[in-house]
Nanobody
Framework: QVQLVESGGGLVQAGGSLRLSCAAS????????MGWFRQAPGKEREFVAA?????????FYADSVKGRFTMSRDNAKNTVYLQMNSLKPEDTAVYYC????????????????????WGQGTQVTVSS
């Protein structure tokens, strides 16, 4: 079994920054992709960002966060990060990290059903 633990959420003013972390433990995979999703009250969970563990760690972003958020990973620590800059009130949500075992080129990184393991979430609140 895999455990994912997010941290780094909190309350920040619009225009501010936060860095989320997600540490993976338990069963390990030699290759896996990681993603961040978010869910605002009354809305469906949506894709935020993803990163490959192969192909040079290519990253993928939702259009709504492109240019403001940066996802990175430290494979030695089994940890991924989401640096969030220029935050907006509409970024307010519970943020979840997720792990997709294995790797293949046709993976749909923005699809939540590609991911087998999920963290418990961390709240991000951006005040106007």
């Amino acid at each position: 079994q895999v455990q994912l633990v997010e941290s780094g959420g909190g309350l920040v003013q619009a225009g501010g920054s936060l860095r989320l972390s997600c540490a993976a433990s338990g069963r390990t995979f030699s290759v896996y992709d990681m993603g961040w999703f978010r869910q605002a009250p009354g809305k469906e969970r949506e894709f935020v960002a993803a990163i490959r563990s192969w192909s040079g760690g290519a990253t993928f972003y939702a259009d709504s966060v492109k240019g403001r958020f940066t996802m990175s990973r430290d494979n030695a620590k089994n940890t991924v990060y989401l640096q969030m800059n220029s935050l907006k009130p509409e970024d307010t949500a519970v943020y979840y990290c997720a792990l997709a075992p294995g790797a293949y080129g046709s993976r749909r990184y923005s699809a939540s059903d590609e991911y087998d393991y999920w963290g418990q979430g961390t709240q991000v609140t951006v005040s106007s």
